[in-house]
Nanobody, 126 residues
Framework: QVQLVESGGGLVQDGGSLRLSCAAS????????MGWFRQAPGKEREFVAG????????LYADSVKGRFTISRDNAKNTIYLQMNSLKPEDTAVYYC???????????????????WGQGTQVTVSS
């Protein structure tokens, strides 16, 4: 059974930083690309960042490029999202996700992802 468990969310002031973690189990982690998504109240879930199974390739939404960094530690079955220069519009529930198939592309379309965590709340106050 695949499990993805996010942690690290919280309340931070405008301009602050947070690091999210997502611990994976039940899958051969090093063979899966991974992604971070977020969903704000009343809005659709949107892509934030993706990383290839090796960690050698990454992709970011334009809205977070230069502020957020996705990384992974395959020895720990964990991915991270370092979020700097946070803005109130970054407030959302953040989810990590894995595609349904090994070595699948870490694209922006949430329909490509078959496994999801429960989410962690990030709130940025102005």
């Amino acid at each position: 059974q695949v499990q993805l468990v996010e942690s690290g969310g919280g309340l931070v002031q405008d301009g602050g930083s947070l690091r999210l973690s997502c611990a994976a189990s039940g899958l051969t982690f090093s063979m899966y690309s991974m992604g971070w998504f977020r969903q704000a109240p009343g809005k659709e879930r949107e892509f934030v960042a993706g990383i290839s199974w090796s960690g050698g390739n990454t992709l970011y939404a334009d809205s977070v490029k230069g502020r957020f960094t996705i990384s992974r530690d395959n020895a720990k079955n964990t991915i991270y999202l370092q979020m700097n220069s946070l803005k109130p519009e970054d407030t959302a529930v953040y989810y990590c996700a894995a595609p349904s198939s090994i070595r699948a592309y870490y694209g922006k379309d949430p329909l490509r992802y078959g496994y999801w965590g429960q989410g962690t709340q990030v709130t940025v106050s102005s």
